[in-house]
């Protein structure tokens, strides 16, 4: 049995450590969850909890705490057998994190599958759903991946209620990714979106980050998309894709009761500014995702990145401990560095 400390990166090492365990067939035992975060109460929250139950259909495993701030859970995965599937997080909670958890076993089904997920599509302390459609997938599709997202309805903190389907189809293999220079930035993609609010926030938010991104970056070809939607709760949020030769970087931002819509926006932009600016190809945000994987995939992946983060350095940690792959890491932390790993060339 595997046995992981829980309380550096949280959320993080959970979806790692579950995805890992059910396409490994190795039980784990995770302990001190999130206790490490100061800002919020240890243990299990709902899309946590919901990333579990599912991996838990999917391989009939056997788990123990699974309960609403649990600090320990035992996973005991048995044989893989993913079936479409119907997900309800029940709250605002990330679909997107919930995503991380599911899609490095879901890539690796023998047949076509397709998920409904309902929760929150653009909610803190995760990537808003259009960074994960505009930058996570076509990373991954880079790699062989054949996943496709389709946003029926956004969801925002507290009640939730956004709507995605999601087409996943069999991978023939995974292969290896070289994301070492970005190169020349050519456009940049914008994704304005408010809920149960006056349509005129979403276009104020694209047209300040426009003129901010503008003018550092006035060759880029410019895409601005506003959505005023109907949403159980009021919110907004902001996605800047920066589109660049041979990479694509991202900066998003969410809205706040009292925050501006231009303040969101500047947010959002100057997020990306930053992550275009250290001329790494993959951001901060991004770098943790690829993580798995890259050590999954045939082949040396190597990928430069914005910032070397507590979660980039645990979430090596736990793939280290399932998979026998050992990730070289150029740089120190929280500075930029280069990533690169020899993958197993996973097959279930």
């Known amino acids: 049995m595997i046995k992981i400390d829980g309380s550096n990166s949280g959320g993080q090492v959970l979806r790692t450590a579950i995805a890992l365990s059910a396409l490994t067939n190795y039980p784990v035992k995770i302990m001190n969850i999130r206790k490490g975060k100061i800002d919020s109460k240890p243990g299990l929250r709902p899309q946590h909890m919901t990333g579990i139950e599912v991996m838990k259909k999917f391989c009939d495993a056997e788990v ?23 997900i309800d997080i029940g709250t605002a909670g990330s679909v997107t994190l919930l995503l991380q958890t599911l899609l490095p076993v879901l890539i690796f089904s023998k047949k076509s599958l397709s998920l409904e997920i309902i929760g929150g599509t653009d909610v803190k302390w995760s990537p808003t759903i259009h960074y994960t459609s505009s930058v996570l997938l076509p990373f991954l599709k880079k790699m062989g991946v054949d996943v496709h997202i389709e946003i029926e309805n956004y969801g925002f903190y507290p009640l939730g209620g956004g709507n995605i389907k999601i087409a996943v189809n069999p991978i023939k293999k995974l292969e ?14 914008i994704q304005s979106i408010c809920g149960n609010l006056p349509a005129e926030i979403a276009e104020r938010q694209n047209k300040t980050a426009m003129e901010i991104l503008a003018k550092k970056y006035p060759k880029a070809k410019f895409s601005l998309v506003s959505t005023s939607t109907k949403s159980k709760s009021h919110g907004s949020s902001i996605t800047c894709i920066g589109v660049c030769e041979k990479s694509l970087l991202g900066g998003s931002a969410l809205g706040e009761r009292g925050v501006r819509a231009e303040d ?20 901060k945000y991004m770098a943790d995702q690829l993580l798995i994987f890259m050590a999954l995939a045939k082949g040396k992946s190597k990928i430069t990145v914005e910032k070397i983060t507590d979660h980039v350095l645990t979430n090596i940690d736990v793939i280290e401990r399932f998979l026998p792959v050992k990730f070289e890491v150029e740089g120190s932390k929280n500075h930029e560095g280069i990533i690169s790993v020899e993958g197993v060339y996973f097959n279930q």
């Open 264 to 283: 969101v926006a500047t947010n959002a932009a100057n997020e990306l500014i930053e992550s275009l600016q250290s001329n790494n190809a993959v951001d």
């Open 64 to 86: 123990e705490g699974l309960h609403e701030w649990s600090t320990e859970i035992l996973f005991k995965p048995s044989k893989i057998d993913v079936k479409s599937h119907r």
């Open 176 to 189: 290896c990714v070289s994301l070492v220079q970005r190169g020349n930035v050519l456009g940049i993609n």
